[in-house]
């Protein structure tokens, strides 16, 4: 007689939140006193992703850590698998392990525009075994050697620093098809003396498998023979089967072949053994854990979690702090640094004692409360278990071994469900939506291994102080010091030169309002305050940081406590080798308070810039000079030497400076400054601001001491951009002064981007004043020691859209450049132009952007569960569309066929519709076959053109009348007819903007309005552009109706017309009202409802699944009208349906109660799509299913009695 687990009973709101508390409390503590030991784990998972989850469930679920983990026969695709609480050491892709590939299987399908994928399934060919270690493990402290002999793949070596005196070395291997050559392994596995052996050798031996063991491979007495004579012994005990074929408490063929064997030095350390048991790997190799006495270093904890700190008291801390500093005068630049000393300094005592740590990496979180169906899922596997070890059979025929799988199923499914449920939850109470999308494409990033050596000028660095010595010669060549230096002099000043008159006078004010502007959630610099801290306590902190800046400005002096960074450095994306220096990105965490201060001189600075044009014209990326009007720029320029009555034709090359901010040699930076007439006060600040600067060097797992940084502009600062465009201003200023008779240059930079565009006659002739050109740039570039990478140069030759000739193959004669080709595409400031200006390469970027971002929503929901469509919706708005429309107001060149030339071909618009129809059926939960056009009207989101349409004629609205407007119209006028000038497509697209521009004017005028800035007209604007494409898409709408009846007037048997197109009202927002509230299961139930594209007969049959569109009635076509209003067969459940609404209008109950109406279907429809998110169904009850029919078998009965009442 078997007995069930009693359940518990569900928690209250005030229990839950108790519980929580105590449970962190408790995980807090068990930190603390946790024992000094280190948990080594070794299981062959079968390359199942299957089993990997299942390790990653138990070791979530384990009371004990698991500090080290080793895997044999790894899943390809494994990198894709997040492993919260461990770092995963792979092999790296070796050619050697891949199979051969015949032609066949080398072809792959086209993909689709938009497709869903699932890193899962993009595989690789990795190393057979794999580490997982523990995050709270320095990662100094460990590294890992795959063997790279005749068992490369095969095996591999941890090695893990105990102490200054202990190193052990954890082998992991994997004797696949028995291919592992033993001698050779034997002498790496028996090399160190401190060495602990684990694996799966697929080799018997009565050494390991005891005396009833048959077969005794020659390679396993070799391996039997060289342990023994190393002087390692067995651990786990002798023929412990560690693999079975099917359940081990009943399988037929059980074997010892998964062995572990320490060295005598380690034997005194080993506390014990075990094989606990791990759900999931009940039936092939067991899991074996090793614990040992030895304490590892751990990760402190460094994360303040500055949400948790109590405002009130910080504010009082902070107070009493700052009380005895005072307000003395500021007199010097010494007195000034010690005041800014003082005040952060204040900050430390509140910071340490009210602002909780984070948990350290890997800390063991409390586990969740299963709910009721789980409790009874586990109930049920624990059940048949007993069953299973009493009868001793296991088969897929016995009545135990199916309630076992379907309540593991249940388990599975519910763990999902109950994270999408969570997930839901915390994103309608909390507002969370951005924080889940951050999380689900940082779960879409696949493993990276921990950089362990760095190669440079042909020398290997793999020491942590080798690799940051690397780090900052590469970055500041011969430009860092360990011990302080002395700044050189500033260079002296004119003393006839007329200083420009800036005032550095500070009000409250400004401080305040940069305090409360400040964003959360940016990185502290070095002395730990964050923005939070001082947002926090802004009424304390408010007048001592007005004094210290007011002093700072009228002395132009930037304080020492504001000169020390921490420079972190980052992979960059997409890199093939991290072993580069040149993939790394570095940046500079610098103090909070500092960059107040920076803030407020870069305002003074940009404005002074923009008052006195100190900047050229082509100076792109100061205030008023975006992306858009760079490209519209060098577009413009192109289009013009189009339009005339002889082609002219464009060479386009990109420059690339070496190191930019890093290189830049200080002392020529304040000449340049000097010579454009800034103040005194000016000047000693920004030389106050680069000198004297300091930082360490963070590398993953390691710190490097501080050393001195005596060049360039630190990065991270609000200063710095601006400084090296004042740096950079010779570039344009040097190509701008080069003149020739047959070609006409027109260089533009943004930032540290310079672009140099020739347009000739021919080709040839643009490459040659290109390269003059060039090499005056380089003689400026010697005379301050700034260096160029020519070998990282683009060059692009623009061709006609329609010319046949082929491209010319001629290059600029640049050192670097020899047996290069032009490029016939060119990315610029995140736009791809190509050479014919036609933007499908464009067009086929945005697909993958949008395709990687519609990926990373898709981790956090399915069609069925998750966040709800609304927020879906506002995802793909805010972060997908902007990519769709970036720079569109330069390169969407769409409008009236007859005045607009050289506009986007109609396939490439095809190809940007389609973009926005996938990304909304994702959205949506529509089926592929909806109808783009509906699933637009009924979530509520305009067509992508006319939304292109909107952005790029605002840009352009908002561009009239500028300086660089009328620097583009002079540009086109050059040499132009009226006729002519009239061809160029940017003259046609001004007609559009200037008429929104007068619109917006007048209706400003209309409604009086008392201010008419620059900012009320835009705003003015930006309304009348959203009405228009409102009265646009209704108008599409309306003709899109008009086709729909058309082609049905056509057809000799009308189509069913769905609710989407009986939709009286047609388009506008109360279309998306109807979603507001429903779960995701029920919008997208509502929405394949409405718009007819369901997974009914009539579908089905059109993708062949189904042989006939008859329901199952026989009566009519399976549509959801006949669903809901004709089936005989639904005829009782339908009373229900009709009693809730109140009513039996088909179209009425898919608008006015739409919730009601899609929980109906989701019960009756008998969709499998909709199985599980039909349990929550208000139609669905163990009674009403009761009656309508009887269960089938037991599992029906489980399924009705695990459901009942708990979901």
């Known amino acids: 007689m078997t007995t069930t687990v ?87 892709n070796n050619p050697e392990l891949l199979p051969p590939k015949d032609e066949e299987q080398a072809r792959t399908k086209k993909r689709k525009l938009i497709h869903i994928t699932s890193q899962y399934l993009e595989k690789e060919k990795l190393h057979a075994v794999a580490y997982l270690i523990h995050k709270s493990i320095p990662i100094a402290d460990w590294d890992v050697e795959f063997h790279d002999d005749v068992n490369i793949g095969l095996a591999a070596t941890l090695l893990l620093r105990i102490s200054d005196d202990q190193t052990i070395a954890i082998h992991n291997v994997y004797n696949q098809r028995k291919l592992v050559k033993i001698p050779d392994l034997l002498q790496r596995v028996t090399a160190t003396g401190q060495d602990f052996l684990v694996g799966d050798f697929n080799l018997h031996h009565p050494s390991w498998c005891g005396k009833e063991v048959i077969t005794i491979e020659p390679e396993a007495i070799q391996l039997a023979d060289g342990l023994k004579e190393a002087g390692m012994s067995l651990l786990t005990t002798r023929g412990l089967p560690t693999y079975a074929r099917g359940s081990f408490k009943t399988g037929k063929y059980t074997s010892t072949i998964d062995l572990t064997y320490a060295s005598l030095s ?196 793999r020491t942590p102080d080798g690799m940051a010595r690397c780090f900052r010669q590469a970055m500041w060549p011969d430009g860092t010091s360990d011990e302080q230096q002395v700044p050189p002099n500033r260079p002296p000043d004119d003393s006839e030169r007329v200083p420009l008159a800036v005032s550095h006078d500070l009000e409250k004010s400004e401080v305040k309002s940069l305090i409360a502007g400040a964003p959360s959630g940016k990185a502290a610099g070095p002395d730990l305050l964050a923005y939070e801290g001082m947002k926090m306590a802004q009424e304390e902190l408010l007048p001592y940081l007005h004094h210290l800046f007011a002093a700072c400005l009228k002395l132009g002096h930037h304080p020492a406590a504001f000169k020390q960074a921490c420079t972190v450095m980052l992979r960059k994306a997409g890199k093939d080798d991290y072993e580069q220096p040149k993939s790394w990105r570095p940046v500079a965490l610098l103090p909070c308070m500092g960059k107040l201060l920076e803030k407020i001189f870069t305002y003074r600075l940009k404005q002074l810039a923009v008052q006195h044009n100190l900047l050229p014209d082509v100076q792109f990326g100061t205030p008023g000079k975006c992306t858009t009007k760079a490209l519209q720029y060098l577009l413009n320029s192109v289009y013009h030497a189009w339009t005339g009555k002889f082609r002219r034709l464009a060479t386009l090359m990109g420059l690339d400076i070496t190191g930019a901010y890093d290189r830049v040699e200080r002392s020529k930076l304040m000449k340049i400054l000097q010579d454009a007439g800034l103040p005194e006060w000016m000047l000693s600040f920004i030389w106050s601001f680069l000198t004297d600067r300091s930082t360490d060097m963070r590398i993953p797992g390691f710190t490097s001491s501080s050393f001195w940084v005596n060049m360039g502009i630190p990065q991270g600062s609000p200063l710095s951009p601006i400084l090296f465009l004042f740096f950079s201003m010779p570039i344009v200023g040097a190509a701008s002064e080069y003149t020739n008779s047959r070609v006409k240059i027109y260089p533009f930079a943004y930032v540290d981007d310079t672009y140099l565009l020739a347009v000739s006659n021919d080709y040839g002739d643009n490459c040659k004043a290109l390269k003059e050109c060039h090499d005056r740039i380089m003689e400026w570039a010697d005379s301050v020691g700034v260096s160029f990478s020519p070998h990282k140069y683009h060059v692009m030759h623009f061709s006609l859209p329609h010319a046949s000739a082929e491209t010319s193959k001629v290059m600029p004669k640049i050192p670097g450049l020899e047996g290069k080709e032009p490029e016939t595409s060119m990315r610029i400031l995140g736009v791809e132009v190509d050479f014919k200006l036609n933007w499908q390469r464009h067009v086929q970027e945005l697909t993958a952007k949008a395709n990687t971002k519609m990926n990373n929503i898709a981790r956090i929901c399915n069609t069925t569960a998750g966040p709800d469509m609304i927020s879906l919706r506002q995802l793909y708005i805010t972060t997908v569309r902007p990519i769709l429309s970036h720079g569109c107001g330069a390169w969407f060149i769409y409008g009236d066929k007859d005045t607009v030339t050289y506009q986007i071909p109609k396939k490439v618009l095809q190809s940007l519709v389609s973009i926005q129809n996938q990304c909304l059926r994702i959205v949506t939960g529509a089926l592929d076959r909806t109808t783009g056009r509906a699933v637009d009207k009924e979530v509520y989101v305009e067509d992508i053109l006319v939304y292109l349409e909107r952005v790029a004629t605002l840009q352009r609205a908002r561009a009239l009348d500028t300086p660089d407007h009328e620097r583009l119209r002079r540009i086109r006028r050059q040499g132009r007819t009226p006729a002519q000038f009239e061809l160029h497509p940017y003259h046609a697209l001004d007609y559009p903007a200037r008429s929104l521009l007068e619109r917006a004017n007048e209706s400003c005028r209309d409604r009086k309005a008392s201010n008419m800035s620059l900012n009320v007209v835009r705003k003015a604007m930006t309304k009348i552009a959203k009405q228009d494409a409102e009265d646009l898409s209704q108008r599409m709408w309306s003709r899109h109706l008009e086709d729909s009846h058309r082609e049905d007037f056509d057809e000799e048997s009308p189509r069913f017309r769905s609710a989407a197109l009986l939709d009286k009202a047609g388009w506008g927002p109360h279309n998306l009202k109807r979603y507001c509230g429903l779960s995701r299961a029920q919008s997208t139930m509502l929405i394949q409802c409405r718009t007819g594209f369901i997974a009914l007969k009539p579908f089905l049959c059109r993708i062949k699944a189904s042989d006939t569109a008859l329901c199952d009635c026989g009566a009519d076509r399976q549509t959801v009208f006949h669903m809901f209003i004709q089936c005989k067969m639904l005829a009782t459940a339908r009373v229900d349906l009709y009693t809730a609404l109140g009513h039996r209008d088909f179209y009425r109950m898919l608008s006015e109660k739409p919730e009601i109406a899609a929980d109906w279907a989701m019960t009756y429809f008998g969709i499998p799509q909709f199985e599980y998110p039909s349990l929550d169904s208000r139609f669905n009850s163990v009674e009403s299913s009761a009656s309508a029919s009887r269960p089938l078998n037991v599992l029906d009965e489980l399924k009705a009695w695990l459901y009942g009442g708990a979901t």
Not at 7 to 15: A, H, T, V, Y
């Open 6 to 92: 009693p359940l518990e009973r569900p928690l209250s709101k005030g229990q839950k939140k108790r519980l929580k508390s105590q449970r962190r409390k408790e995980r807090l503590t068990r930190l603390i006193d946790s024992p000094s030991d280190l948990s080594v784990v070794q299981i062959n998972v079968k390359e199942a992703g299957e089993r990997v989850q299942s390790l990653k469930n138990w070791i979530h679920n384990c009371e004990h850590r698991a500090d080290i983990i080793c895997l044999q026969d790894i899943p390809a695709n494994i990198r894709a698998t997040q492993f919260p609480d461990h770092i995963l050491a792979f092999g790296p």
């Open 266 to 461: 380690l034997l005194p350390f080993v506390r014990e053994w075990q094989s606990p048991h791990v759900p999931g790997f009940g039936s092939d190799h067991r899991v074996i854990m090793t614990t040992f006495n030895l304490e590892v270093n751990r990760v402190p904890s460094t994360y303040y979690m500055w949400k948790r700190a109590n405002p009130d008291k910080f504010r009082a801390c902070v107070g009493e702090s700052l009380k005895p500093i005072g307000f003395p005068a500021l007199t010097s630049t010494a007195m000034i640094d010690n005041y800014a000393r003082k005040v952060v300094r204040a900050f430390g005592p509140a910071i340490e004692t009210l602002v909780p740590l984070a948990s350290p990496p890997g800390s063991k979180r409390p586990k969740s409360r299963p709910n009721l169906v789980t409790q009874r899922a586990q109930n049920l596997v624990r059940l048949a278990e007993e069953r299973e070890h009493n009868s001793g059979v296991t088969s897929a025929s016995q009545q135990h071994y199916k309630v076992k799988r379907f309540a593991q199923n249940v388990i599975r499914k519910e763990r999902s469900a109950s994270f999408h449920r969570m997930l839901a939850r915390d994103i309608a109470k909390r507002r969370r939506l951005y924080f889940w999308a951050r999380r689900g494409a940082s779960w879409n990033k696949k493993a990276l291994m921990p950089i362990r050596q760095l190669t440079a000028d042909k020398v290997t660095h």
